[in-house]
């Protein structure tokens, strides 16, 4: 293999790189999440106007990820690291964060802080594994090297991104729509002419929120645009006569849908059976808000849409790809202290909240139960059943709970509605890791 990097040259560097130092790359590359999860849980501890919202720390921690398996494949192939070009996630991140008014400044210390504990991980497992003083000292001259010679590149093309960004910014309407929405959420603006203006968008209409989201960089690098199709598809879906669409990061963006006269409640209904989310980009999530009127609904209904998003998120793979306000609202009220939510819910159901399929399809089953007053048929047509299976899974569930379900019965509805948020509820309550 010819040796791009020149330091790998010298006398004896080679042997180092390929006993000790390909070897600790291997192990940076495997443990690349963890250690992005470390770095971002540093960093927002120390810098917390980094993550404005939920979405901003997954979105941090696939940039890390990215960044630091860029820099073990160098070291893997001894290559050179000024020569690098930023991974597709980091590139997206620094262009949010002109979108979020993230200072340049701040988004550089991000990386000084990655680079130190990427350094004292790599000078742990160095120290360990070297044999001998020579062998040691070796090492870590390469890997200062490496490390050093990366984090300046990466810190100018990071530069360069950003500010590229921030001159198209300040040339589109896209930053005076940003703080238009933000002073119509916070109701700091509360005139509709002024804020319609302001927007480019009839707030004296009915609206309908949407937050559009995925949960990982498509393999397109652009989830935008895909955030885009889908709201483009869904404001068609449901009857909008117009859509304001406005990016919340790299990936989420906002959506309204506006039309002169009231919604249509089957837009809901037809959206809530799966109407037109076929039609969805794959990956694509969505949640709504209930239809609201003039400057006061469209921020309710966003507010709505966002609560809808976060039990969606909270709730993982159980819940779909389009997420209703109206069908969420009393868990997405009682799930705001994630700790006592979590808590209430294993107190309550104990052994029925056990994280298997078979227990969780029987307690679903006794929620709908008991959404539908108990009634066999109607349960049984929602889950599309036999009458008979819901009467068998109602049984088993008391035996679970070793009670009768006529004890307690408003607890027990409350905590099976938010049984399903309950491992994104646990990971949301957990202390973050702040050590390596």
């Not at 790359?25 to 250690?35: F, N, P, S």
């Not at 501890?45 to 890390?64: I, K």
């Not at 963006?253 to 919604?263: D, N, P, V, Y």
């Amino acid at each position: 293999m010819e040796l791009a990097w020149e330091p790998l040259r010298e006398p004896g560097a080679e042997d180092v790189w390929k006993m000790l130092l390909r070897p600790i790359a291997a192990e940076m590359r495997t443990g690349a999440v963890e250690l992005a999860e470390l770095a971002v849980a540093r960093v927002q501890a120390e810098m917390p106007m980094l993550f404005p919202d939920p979405q901003s720390v997954p979105e941090n921690v696939v940039s890390t990820a990215a960044s630091i398996r860029q820099l073990a494949d160098i070291i893997d192939v001894a290559g050179d690291p000024r020569t690098v070009e930023l991974p597709a996630p980091t590139v997206a991140l620094a262009r949010a964060g002109v979108q979020r008014q993230i200072p340049l400044a701040s988004l550089m210390r991000f990386y000084r802080v990655t680079h130190e504990l990427l350094w004292q991980w790599m000078w742990d497992r160095i120290t360990t594994a070297a044999i001998g003083q020579k062998q040691q000292a070796e090492a870590l001259r390469l890997v200062s090297n490496w490390m050093f010679g990366y984090v300046d590149a990466a810190l100018n093309r990071a530069e360069q991104a950003y500010e590229a960004e921030r001159e198209s910014w300040l040339r589109n309407t896209a930053a005076a729509r940003t703080d238009a929405i933000a002073d119509i959420l916070s109701r700091r603006e509360r005139d509709p002419q002024r804020a319609s203006k302001r927007l480019r968008y009839d707030v004296n209409r009915y609206h309908v929120g949407v937050v559009a989201w995925v949960d990982a960089i498509p393999d397109s690098g652009d989830a935008q645009s895909m955030l885009s199709e889908a709201l483009t598809i869904l404001g068609r879906e449901m009857g909008g006569e117009t859509t304001l669409i406005h990016p919340a990061g790299s990936l989420a963006a906002f959506g309204w849908f506006s039309r002169q006269s009231a919604f249509d409640a089957s837009a809901f209904a037809d959206v809530a059976d799966g109407v037109g989310g076929p039609g969805l980009p794959d990956g694509v999530r969505v949640g709504i808000g209930e239809a609201g009127h003039g400057l006061q609904g469209f921020r309710s209904t966003h507010l709505e849409a966002s609560s809808a998003r976060r039990v969606a998120s909270l709730a993982g793979t159980r819940a779909g790809a389009l997420t209703r306000y109206r069908d969420v609202a009393i868990p997405a009220l009682a799930s705001c202290d994630a700790q006592q939510a979590a808590s209430f819910v294993l107190r309550v159901l104990g052994p029925l909240a056990a994280d298997d399929e078979a227990t969780y399809r029987v307690a679903m089953t006794l929620s709908v139960y008991l959404q539908e007053n108990r009634s066999r048929s109607r349960a049984a047509k929602r889950l599309t059943v036999h009458p008979n299976t819901i009467s068998y899974r109602v049984d088993q569930a008391q035996m679970i709970l070793g009670r009768s379900i006529d004890t307690d019965t408003l607890d027990l509805a409350m905590a099976l509605l938010l049984l399903p948020m309950l491992p994104g509820l646990v990971a949301e309550a957990s202390p973050r890791p702040h050590a390596l």
